[in-house]
């Protein structure tokens, strides 16, 4: 084995009572691609801010190359070669590509001559690794994959020869995940030393040397991934073997509870996002809309939660008509028994500077069992929240941590507490295990299983292909902002549904910006 790159010899980390890592320690050979696996909470996050300087450890030590090293801030861990890419990008949305990878090595008092100089080096990096840029587009209107490439270019570009990627894929597309492995190949042929923080075992078995395992802060197993398997790192990872299967009751003809008829929606900046699409949902039932991220399917969901505007057509629920000249909100779709898990659960589902009680319960903070006059009874909404987290097994448990310090699945399953606890009769849920452990998947579907049983209705929004399969009764894909097909649970496979989103039968285009009357 090659000498390690990077070593952790027990490295313990304690936040107030919260024990969250425990004598950790750790080899990565260089040149290797290292994984690290382990449950929501787990204590990866924690560990691999340790290692970038945004956390010191309370004991421990770390050794680059062999060399005992103090990292101190993140300053002093690019200067040792460290890189790294955050689950939630590091960027300013509003600067270009080439701004947002210069910012804090600008080279220089005259920017235009550093930038001449980052330049050339970018266009060297992006031959050799394949990470081509438009360097001169903002942020804001890059696709997430190509504001992952611009996190990899900064590191690249302050010579990093040790990459951590924390949950490099939650964000991302199968097909931009595809290209990201393709990119981590390449550096790790060029000597980069890679540690990818992940849930997602087939990422781990199809790209990873080496795996660690994480349970509850601690560093539980070390396996050579040709060597294990899923079965075996799933069981390290919650302690116990998972389900492999609920139950799913038979589906009774349920009444209709949602219909959606010739519905066409724009989005804010004008685009056509969903093209005279026409279903509905009976009670008992879970439709899933399966697609590439991007083709319709959030502004379809914001459409039926009351955010987005309806152009045309018609959404017939609990009894109202909703149309453009009918309009309807948030609040409202609330009130008649629609809830929503939107897919951002950053910028839709929480407020990230809100204690983690005040989170649970936005939107129905109107609600009269959480008020009492004019102030808000917070016994009652700290006694529900502590209701909640118990059952959907929330950590840590303290109502008053703010939101912003949960982990991703964790903060993931406020929301879904909050939603599936108002009771709806249809839920509205996009990607609802994006950034959740395998542990917390298998809880989550569980959970929409049983609403399904007791005759609610669900749309599903999902990239992950096996999620849709496993969870709907009926999968409608989209493409394009068109319904582009419908196939039954057990008709579904991925060569259908990839033809469907895909688009193989040519069904339509979109119109431009502007078209919209």
């Known amino acids: 084995m090659a000498a390690c790159a990077l070593e952790l010899i027990q490295i313990s980390k304690r936040f107030g009572l919260v024990k969250a890592n425990q004598d950790i320690s750790l080899c990565v050979p260089a040149g290797s691609i290292h994984g690290i696996i382990g449950e929501n909470g787990a204590g990866k996050s924690s560990l691999v801010n ?160 080496q795996v660690s395992v994480m349970r509850q802060g601690k560093m539980v197993a070390h396996r050579v991934t040709a060597e294990t398997s899923m079965p075996e790192l799933a069981e390290l990872m919650v302690g116990r073997k998972l389900q492999q299967s609920f139950e799913r009751l038979a589906r009774p003809t349920g009444e209709l509870l949602l219909q959606v008829r010739d519905l066409t929606v724009y989005d804010r900046q004008g685009w056509l996002r969903v093209n005279k699409v026409n279903f509905h949902v009976a009670a008992g039932e879970v439709v899933g809309i399966a697609g590439v991220s991007g083709n319709g399917q959030t502004e379809l969901l914001q459409a039926l939660a009351g955010i987005l505007p309806l152009s045309s057509g018609e959404i017939l629920f609990a009894g109202q008509t909703i149309t453009a000249q009918q309009p309807s909100n948030p609040a409202r779709m609330r009130d008649l028994g629609m809830a929503h898990v939107p897919e951002d659960r950053h ?93 917390a998947i298998e809880f989550i579907h569980q959970q929409l299983m049983t609403m399904r049983n007791e005759g609610k209705g669900i749309v599903l929004v999902s990239v992950e292909l096996d999620e849709i399969m496993r969870l709907a009764d009926r999968i409608i894909v989209m493409c394009d902002g068109m319904i582009t097909g419908e196939v039954s649970r057990e008709e579904a496979n991925e060569q259908i549904l990839g033809l469907l989103m895909a688009n193989a039968l040519g069904v339509g285009v979109n119109e431009q910006p502007g078209s919209s009357a």
Do not use: C
């Open 50 to 209: 340790i290692i970038y300087g945004f956390y010191q450890a309370d004991s421990g030590e770390i050794r680059i190359q062999g060399q005992p090293i103090k990292i101190q801030d993140s300053k002093q861990a690019i200067a040792a070669g460290i890189g790294m890419v955050h689950q939630h990008f590091m960027l300013v949305e509003e600067f270009t590509a080439l701004e947002n990878i210069m910012l804090g090595a600008e080279g220089g008092l005259l920017l235009h001559e550093g930038e001449q100089r980052v330049r050339q080096r970018l266009a060297e990096l992006s031959r050799l690794y394949g990470l081509e840029v438009p360097l001169d587009t903002p942020v804001n209107q890059l696709a997430v994959g190509v504001q992952q490439r611009i996190e990899i270019l900064k590191t690249l570009y302050r010579e990093a020869r040790i990459l951590i990627l924390d949950e490099p894929t939650g964000v991302l597309t199968p097909q931009e995940a595809d290209e990201l492995f393709k990119i981590l190949r390449a550096l790790k042929a060029d000597g980069v030393t890679i540690l990818l923080i992940t849930h997602k075992l087939r990422e781990i078995m199809a790209i990873t040397d």
């Open 347 to 439: 910028r839709m589902g929480l407020v990230l500077s809100f204690a983690a009680d005040q989170s649970s319960i936005l939107g129905y903070q109107r609600a009269d069992k959480y008020n009492q006059g004019w102030r808000l009874e917070e016994s009652v909404i700290r006694h529900e929240y502590a209701e909640r987290a118990e059952q959907f097994d929330i950590r840590p448990r303290d109502p008053l941590l703010g939101s912003s310090h949960f982990s991703g699945g964790n903060q993931q399953k406020i929301v879904l507490a909050r939603e599936i606890g108002a009771e709806p009769s249809v839920l509205l849920v996009g990607q609802p295990t994006r950034g959740v452990d395998i542990g």
